[in-house]
């Protein structure tokens, strides 16, 4: 079972002169997920190497057994660090993606076009392709088979508005994610603001926020045993 995660490349939150990057909780919670489960994981960005952490989830405040653990293990810090480059990754050579979430997404992540390749294939082969809270940006530009956007009818969750209003970024994201879901035709539906929210629809899953994490990886593991 070999499961790839792939994480943002992007540091720089808009023009605020703040820094962004993936989110913690939402590597760290499918990372253990998956290797528990004795799943092979590779890691992998749009530039390699070190992705950049969002620093605000670094905060006491968003820390879980996931990222305590996290923080104690030296080979899941190296691996981290030395993140393969998508453009280096074969779809064929994994069982499912897991994309992690964080504001950086919506910058490269969704514009990247080894990203988008990468998606459309797995998602083509039928393997399940997942991501949480930011990170369903990645399908902004991903097409199904029959060259309809990937998300066109599906049912879908990611990051709402009213959550980007809660963290007052809503005027320095370069789209909202939850118009953007429903302007590519997908069936978007949320829980309540940081509540676990995990929707499949075939091999597509997402979610909505990063106490979502979990779910989301849970529904990719019962995908591939089936």
């Known amino acids: 079972m070999k499961i790839l995660i792939v994480l943002t490349s992007h540091s720089q939150l808009g023009d605020t002169g703040q820094k962004t990057g993936f989110w913690l909780e939402e590597f760290a ?12 994981i590779t890691l992998a960005s749009p530039n390699g190497g070190q992705p950049p952490l969002d620093p605000k ?35 064929d050579d994994y ?35 997942a991501a949480v809270c930011h990170a369903p940006a990645v399908f902004r530009h991903a097409e199904a088979p029959d060259g309809t956007p990937l998300v066109k009818g599906k049912s879908v969750t990611g990051f709402s508005n009213t959550e ?12 909202m994610l939850e118009d953007e879901l429903k302007a590519k035709g997908a069936n978007y539906s949320k829980a309540d603001d940081w509540h676990p929210y995990a929707i499949t629809d075939g091999n597509l899953i997402t979610g909505q926020n990063p106490a979502s994490s979990d779910p989301v990886a849970k529904a990719v593991l019962e995908i591939i045993k089936d």
């Open 95 to 129: 069982d499912a993606v897991f994309y992690a979430g964080g504001h950086g997404p919506l910058w490269d992540l969704a514009e990247d076009s080894n990203s988008i390749a990468l998606i459309e294939t797995m998602y083509a082969s039928g393997k399940p392709v």
């Open 164 to 175: 980007e209003d809660a963290v007052q970024l809503s005027e320095v994201v370069p789209f």
């Open 29 to 40: 919670t499918p990372y253990y997920i998956f290797k528990d489960a004795n799943a092979d």
């Open 57 to 91: 989830s670094d905060e006491p405040d968003f820390q879980t057994e996931a990222t305590e653990r996290f923080k104690k293990d030296a080979d899941a810090q190296s691996a981290l660090a030395n993140t393969q480059k998508l453009s280096d990754i074969s779809p």
